[in-house]
Structures are given as C-alpha cells and as structure tokens.
C-alpha cells in the first residue's frame, strides 16, 4: 500500500494504464455509436498515452531549479505529453484532465487522500472548460463523478480515496445511456468515460498493488428512435471570436458566464498562472461586440480574430503578411493527392496534436490554415492551433467535417485578401457545401431512420442516418436524389477504397438522367470505410 503519490508511482500509473487501454482497446473502439466500423476512442486514448508515457521516459529525472516538486513534474510532464499526442475528443479532454491534476498537486509536499480529490476536482474543471458545450452522458460525467465520491470521502487514506473514485466512475459510465440519447439507441456506454475508468483501476492498482479492473457494463437493449430525442447541434451563431487574455481566475468565470449567455461552442482554456494568467478564448457569437466586450470587463484582451466580421470596422491595417498555408486532414490516397494539387500540405487521418503542430510549424507560414475534416479532428486541430501561438504562428481552425468541404474551402482561397478575409471565405464556402457518407452497417441497432442489421447500406447525411438499403448503387442515387431536392449546382463524388468498379460512373450516370442542368465530379478518394462520400454544392 502507498500513502502518498509520488513520482515513481506517476510513472508506474502511466505505465499501467497504458498496458490497460492496449488490452481494452478493442472493446473500447467498438463502442461506437453508429453501426459503421470506424470507431477509434480506444486507439485515440492508447496514442494519447503513448505520448505521455514517452514525455516522462525521457525527461522523468531532470527537475527544475525551482517550482514543481518530483511528482508535481513527473505529473507535468505526463500531462503535456498527453497534449501534444491527443487524438480525438476523448484524447484531448484527457489531456486537460491530466493537466488539471498536474496543476492542483505540482508543489504539494505529498499527495493523500485529500489532495487526490482536489487533483481530481482540478481536472473535471480543466476538461468542463476546455470543452465548447459540455454534454452530459460522456467521459466529462465520468470524471465529474469520481471527483464528487473522493470529495465525499474526506479522508487522508489514499488507496480507499481512489478505490471510492474509481467506482463512482463506473457506476456513472453505466448510467450513461440514461443522459445521452446517441448511446440509448445504440445499447452502449460512452466509450472516452469507459476509458477513463480503465485508468482510475489502473491508479487503484499501482497503490493497493491489487488488480481491481471491472469489466465494462453489459450492452442495453437500444430503445426504439421514436422514444429518445434527437441530437442536433446549434448552426446559429455566425461569427467566431478568438483572443488571448490575461485576466484573474476570478475575472475569467465572470466572461465563462458572458460569453455563454452570448452563444456556443465556449472554450477557455488557462496556463494555470496565478494570480494572473493567460487564457485562450474561442466562442461562436452573433453580437461580435458583445463578445470583445465581454473580454475588455475581465482583462487584457488581444490577439483577437474574427472568422465572420460584418457589424464591426476592420482594426487598422498593419504590415502585409504573405506568409499562409493550408494544412489538411486525408484519410485515402486519392484524397490527399487533390489536397496536395491544391497546395495544401497534408497529414494522414487520425493525427495527434503534435502531428498537427509539426505540419502548421513545416509550412514555414506566419498565417496558417487547418481543416481537420472530422469531428474528432477538430478537437485535436483546436488544441495544435493553441500550442502554435507559442511560435508565433496564427491558426485557424476551419471546422470541415468532410473532406468534399475541404475542397470546397480550398477553392475559394485568394491569397490576395486579408486572412481573416480568406478564412472567412473558406469557412462560408465549407458550410454552403452539404456532405453524406455511404458505408455498410458492421451490427445491429437502431437507428433514427430505423433499425438496420449487420451489411445493410447506410447513407448518413452530415452525421446522422438518413436512408437505410440493400443495394449499394441504389442507396447512393437515392441520397443524392434526397440532397439535390434541397438545392443543388453541382454534385462530387469519391470513390471509396473498396467501392466496386463503376459505382461512380453509375450515380453519374443518374444524376445525369434525374438532375440535367447539375454538373458532377467524380475522384478516386481511397477513404475506407465508406465506399462513397458525396457534396453538393
């Protein structure tokens, strides 16, 4: 038994949880929940602790002249290693958990039962602010639960504090599908909260010396779609604001409050610096003003970019920059080899934080552009966007969701306007353009279009399952024919790894017939997964 968390226990618990998230990584990834074999968290989560465990092996020693005791900078450095290998919404939330930790107990003389509960509380804090609009029902629930049982233990005794967390935090993953209507249909738990209590059995082990892994709760039955509410996000809010500010904390959950009021997609992200410090502020608003307002009442606002600035007057010109980059996300060869004839520089799927920042820092640009082309991505791409200001290069993040609206984005870039011009333009040219996904279904669930077995032919239009077939060819001329009933000039189409010969020339071919006046394209993508990705413009 230990009674305190020190740096060679930090180092144990890394190493630990890492070998645990290997052998649930499978179990992890399948808790996915659309019926498409693409699910990742767990593969994000064992690359996020990959990198961390990597920081801490070759820097574990090396102690500052001043500041973090031993454990304080193995946690550190576990922390920011995590950061620059995030990958994924889970990957990147962990990493604030862990940093959130680092900081409440970096110069604590030892860490007991108390001040693992206050390291806790620290980075459900971290992960709550770091995150645009917190959802109940996901890893943030998890931890949030398994600070609350160690705070209601109130005591010293380390071991029997992380053993109450760590089955709160299950008890909470469990209660999951209740929150999150997505993982009711599917008959899951969240997959990043399964993964955080694979690591709390790992603390609980390096300090009992116990193995006290549970296995993940039994798959629900999915509810029917008809009884479950449907999940859309907010489109809004026109304008994203972005600044640095240095603020108090106390100043800061006053604009947390402002800015919330004012719209979505909040991230406030802090150094940790006391008792000023620097933070990093993102929100989608429509009253920009009100925004930079906002940050005037609690500080030192600069920096500030505006991806949509229409009420306000431009700030003074100042010295031209010719300095830009593109930086795109492709998963298949075909994709990335029209992102690299469009000038951009290309990263393979799936990258961590560092991989991002490696690239925007290899453009050599001052003025640098990403677009992550997945959900997942973009919470990576935010993060590699934030650690580029260290370097003086400005990034914005372009929230493409499909690689048809990264082509989009791409050509209407004008080297000749102002950036934040051309990001705009980007921006509104990725959202003008409507993408769907046509892949086979690996199980089955229940979907909003209805229940769907294991090869069946889904078509998901921006996310969600729209039409459910037997027939490849047929499903993908019928999405089209349901998005061009919305509106449409012009359709492209690319082709999937394993999409049988001539499925483009078919749907072609249909469009041709049904829509005349609409002009198609069509590319060899090699995405896997799905056979056919479409936009319509």
Known sequence: MLDTLDAAAVRRWCAGGLAALKRHQGEIDQLNVYPVPDGDTGTNLVLTLTSAQQALAMDLDTL???????????????????????????????????????????GMPAVRGRELAAALRSGTAAAYTAVSRPVEGTLLTVVAAAAAAAEGAD?????????????????????????????ARAGVVD??????CVLLDALVEVLTGESTARPAPPPRAARPAATVARETGSDEYAYEVQFLLDARAEAVAGLRRALDALGDSLVVVGDGREPEGTWNVHVHVNDVGAAVEAGVAAGRPYRISVTRFADQP??????????????????????????????????????????????????????????????????????AAREAHRFGIKVSVVPTRSPVQALAALAVRDGDRRFEDDVIAMAEAAGACR???????????????????????????????????????????????????????????????DAPAGLTDAVRAHVARRWPF????????????????????
């Open 518 to 537: 609409v002009e198609v394209h069509t590319y060899p993508g090699g995405q896997p997964f799905y056979p056919l990705l479409v936009g319509i413009e």
């Open 314 to 383: 431009e700030p003074p010109a100042g010295p031209a920059v010719t300095g830009r980059a593109a930086v795109v996300v492709a998963t298949g060869g075909g994709i990335a080899e029209l992102f690299a004839a469009e000038g951009a520089t290309v990263v393979p799927g799936n990258p961590s934080t560092g991989e991002l920042l490696d690239a925007v820092r290899s453009t050599g640009a001052a003025r640098v552009v990403v677009l992550p082309n997945d959900a997942n991505t973009e919470a990576v791409a935010s993060a």
């Open 435 to 497: 993408y769907a996904e046509v892949c086979h279904a690996s199980r089955e669930a229940l979907t909003v279009a209805g229940p769907c077995r294991p090869g069946d032919v889904l078509a998901l239009v921006e996310g969600e399952v729209h039409l459910i077939g037997t027939d490849l060819t047929d499903t993908c001329a019928a999405v089209v024919d349901r998005m061009l009933g919305g509106g449409g000039e012009m359709v492209t189409l690319l082709a999937g790894a």
């Open 64 to 106: 500052p002249d001043s500041g973090p005791t031993a454990h304080g900078h193995a946690l550190r450095l576990m922390a920011q290693g995590a950061l620059l290998g995030a990958r994924g919404n889970s990957g990147v939330i962990l990493s604030q958990i862990l940093r959130g930790f680092a900081d409440q107990v970096a």
């Open 191 to 196: 997959a990043g909260g399964r993964g955080l």
């Open 155 to 183: 005591s010293d005794d380390l071991p029997a504090v992380a053993g109450v967390a760590a089955r709160a935090a299950a008890e909470a993953l469990a209660r999951t599908p209740e929150q999150l209507p997505a993982l």
